[in-house]
Every structure is written in C-alpha cells, then in structure tokens.
C-alpha cells in the first residue's frame, strides 16, 4: 500500500480511513488534470527561486504533460491505496523520478492545493456553463423572432389576462438568460483569483513569487491574505451555487410553461415526440418527461447554495475536513445544470407552435383592456369606459378587436430582441475566457 502524504509509523483504523476518505478517491477525477496544470505553474515557480534545478523542472515538467494527456484521455485512476488526486500524482513521478518527484510539494500544502484544483475546475465549468447559455439563449431569440406575430393569451393568477405573444414568451426567457449571466460573471470574477501560496492558511518560509504563478495560470489577481484565500473554500463554491441556481430557476419556470402549454387545455405548444413518452395503459399520451426532468433537476440544482452554506457556515478560521463534503454536492452539479441546459436547448429548436390559439371564443376577454384604452384615448374617462366595457362583458355584448398595435419598446410590436442580444454578447465578452485559454495553452506548449 502507499504511504499517505501524511503518514508517519502507524497504519490508521481501515473503517476511520473509509469514513475519513469518503468519495474523494471518486471525486478527485474532476479535479485530476487541473491538479496537474497547478503543479506545473508551482514547480516552474519553484526553479525561479532556486528550490529546484533547470534540469529537474525540465524533467518534472515533461512527465506532467504526459500525466496531463493521459487525464485528458479519461485514463487517469487513482490507485487503491493512494489516498487523492495529489498523491496519486506524486506517486506517478516518483516512480518515473525518484526523488525528484518529492519536490514538487515544496512551499505549498494540500490545503492550497486542493483550493487551487477547484478554482481551475470551477472557472473551466464556469465557461463551459456560459457557453451553454448562450445556445438556449440563441435558441429563444430566433423562435421569438420567427413567431413574434403570433398571439397567445397572458395570464395573471392563471385566468385569462390580456394579449401576448410567442414572440414575448420565448423573448421573456431569452433575456432572463441574460440577468442570470451576470450573476454567473460575478461568480467567475471571484473564482478567478490565485490561492496557491497560502499553503495551510497561512503562508510560507520559502520567497514564493505569487505573482508568477498568477500569470502562469492566467487568473485575473490573487487571493492576497493568506488567511482569506483559506477562508474563501465554501464562500466560493456558495457564490457559484447561487448563479447556477438563477440559471436553473429560469429553466424549472420556463420547463413549468412548456408542460403545461403542451397539455390538451392548452394546447398552445407541440413539443418533439422523442422528448415525450407514452404510458403502459393508456395508448393516447404523450407525456413532457424531458421538460419535467428539467423542471426537477433545476429545482434539486436550486437548492445547492443551502446545501453549501449549512456545511460551511459556522466553520472559525481555517481548515476543517467539513469542507470536503461539499465536494461530494458541489463538482457533479455543473454536469446536471448543462445537461438541463442542452436538453431545453434542443426542445426549444424542435418546438412548434400554435398559430390559431385566439380562434377559440373563450380567449376573446382578453381583449378588454384594448377596448377600454380605445375608449380613454377616444375621450371617455378612464373608469367609465373600464364599467361600460365589464357590462357589455357580462352582457354578452363584447365584440373584441384583435388587431392591437402595441409600439412601446419591450411589446408585443417592439420586443427589443436585437437590445437583449446585445446585452448577451456584452456580458459574455466581460468574461474574458480567452485569457485562461492562452494561459493554458503556454503550459502545456
């Protein structure tokens, strides 16, 4: 069995190390090729200050890279025995090394280590889930777009309000989209700044040049106080949580819209037949799952930032082992929020949509306030032409005019696609991704 990076001359209790460990072993595979990418800027730092040799970095830097490509494959393990991704990585180059692969932990502690895999994790999905944004937001635009003509009842307490459209609704989400994506820059602004060289919490007796390491792993600045960069595990994971679960209110709300729209009473939408399924009894059903699995995962994704704030929140200064447990809700999280994503992505492109809706007598109320506004414009006081027009309602006697012609911008006639679509592309140029691209990509070179 291997040696624990800590482990001195005792064999720990084989149920304290299974409680202990937990699902790090598992966990770790998310973080194995940025433990990597945070070893190589470390030991390249570490030869700046004399604590390694050119020729060990040479050494040690060639065989990062080849566990780096192995990560990338899928084909990185972590060994039984070895207790995570930081041992196994060790381990790997002191087999090939020997003791120059010892080294490498030199000025840092697991503590930093394990804070700086998740910070390059996080920012990494945190692209990845912005990316993933923008197609379901490009997605609602060009369906607002294309069916901006088409009328469909507004609701308020679920009864029939006044008019709007396909173009609004899928416009509504679109732009949601857009306020959920500063949420989600706001929390890659505060991922995106350099732990390592806090050590345990509290810094280190060898000259470490944050700065370098900084640069080398492309990060926007540091975290300055060594305390506060220990202090920032949990407060990063919670931030991050609340932008995924704005993400996934947006989507559980318009996944509510999509099934109920799709039901027979509606019948507003028709959503695609491989995103439905039938029932073992009842040959006529097509049932929205996709949209109701969205709705659920959203709403499980939602409930993320409680999970964190109660393991973390009346945690003193410092480490504790507390924090590993977030790992276990936290890292499989952004897979579930971008399948949501690419799932409501792909519906929104094959979802079709009903162009008669207002044909149905029962929607005519809803052009009431358009009466009633007519009127006010034509002179009539506001509150006369509101009862005159609930009498004839109540009479019998309303004839509604369904050629309306809203022009203020945000309307039905004036949606302000082309304002939403700005304000995406501004926002996600704000990110500043190609930065950690190039940063990455001088690494690995």
């Known amino acids: 069995m291997a040696n624990k990076l800590w482990e001195k001359n005792f064999e720990i209790n084989k149920e304290i190390e299974r409680f202990t460990v937990g699902r790090d072993r598992e966990l770790d595979l998310y973080l194995a090729k940025y433990d990597v990418l945070g070893s190589m800027a470390h030991i390249t730092m570490l030869e700046t200050i004399g604590l390694l040799t050119a020729d060990e970095l040479k050494q040690l830097l ?34 090939k090394l020997g003791d120059i692969g010892k080294k490498i932990h030199s000025g840092r ?26 197609i379901l937001f ?27 459209s396909f173009g609004l609704w899928f416009g509504a989400y ?10 989600l820059q706001a929390a890659y602004r505060m991922t995106n700044r350099n732990p390592l ?16 390491t900084t640069k080398l792993l492309g990060f926007d600045s540091m975290d300055y106080n060594v305390v506060y960069a220990q202090m920032g595990r949990g407060k990063m994971e919670r931030n991050v949580a609340f932008a995924m679960a704005t993400i996934a209110g947006t989507l559980a709300k318009m996944a509510f819209d999509a099934c109920m729209f799709n039901c027979q009473n509606f019948s507003f939408v028709k959503l695609p037949k491989e995103c439905t399924t039938g029932s073992s009894i009842m040959p006529h059903k097509k049932n929205p799952d996709v949209f109701e699995l969205i709705r659920a995962k959203s709403n499980k994704i939602q409930s993320l930032p409680q999970q964190v704030m109660l393991i973390m929140n009346n945690l003193p200064v410092g480490y504790f082992r507390d924090l590993q447990i977030i790992k276990e809700v936290f890292l499989p999280a952004f897979d579930e929020l971008k399948d949501c994503l690419q799932m409501a992505a792909y519906i929104i492109n094959k979802i079709e949509v009903n162009k008669n809706i207002l044909d149905n007598p029962m929607y005519d109320p809803m052009f009431s306030v358009e009466e009633v506004n007519r009127l006010a ?3 009539m006081p506001f509150r006369d032409a509101y009862k005159k027009v609930g009498l004839d309602i109540e009479a019998g006697k309303f004839v509604p005019n369904k050629n309306i012609h809203h022009t203020h911008e945000g309307s ?6 082309d304002k939403i679509q700005a304000l995406m592309n501004k926002t996600l140029d704000e990110f500043h991704f190609e930065n950690i691209k190039e940063a990455e990509k001088q690494l690995l070179k």
């Open 377 to 379: 414009a034509d002179g």
């Open 138 to 164: 490009d997605e609602l635009i060009q369906k607002s777009n294309q069916y901006k003509d088409v009328l469909m009842p507004g609701y308020t307490h679920l009864q029939i309000a006044m008019p709007s």
């Open 62 to 95: 060639a065989e990062l890279k080849k566990i780096y490509a192995v990560c990338e494959q899928g084909k990185f393990v972590i060994e039984d025995g070895v207790e995570d991704v930081h041992s196994q990585v060790e381990l790997m180059l002191t087999r």
């Open 174 to 183: 679109a732009e949601g989209l857009t306020d959920d994506l500063l949420f």
């Open 109 to 134: 502690s697991r503590n930093d280590q394990v804070l700086l895999d998740l910070k390059l994790f996080t920012r990494h999905e945190l692209k990845e889930i912005a990316e993933a944004v923008k």
């Open 197 to 212: 060289g806090s050590a345990a919490g509290y810094g280190s007796s060898f000259p470490l040049n944050r700065s370098l």
């Open 412 to 417: 039905i006639g004036n949606l302000c696609n």
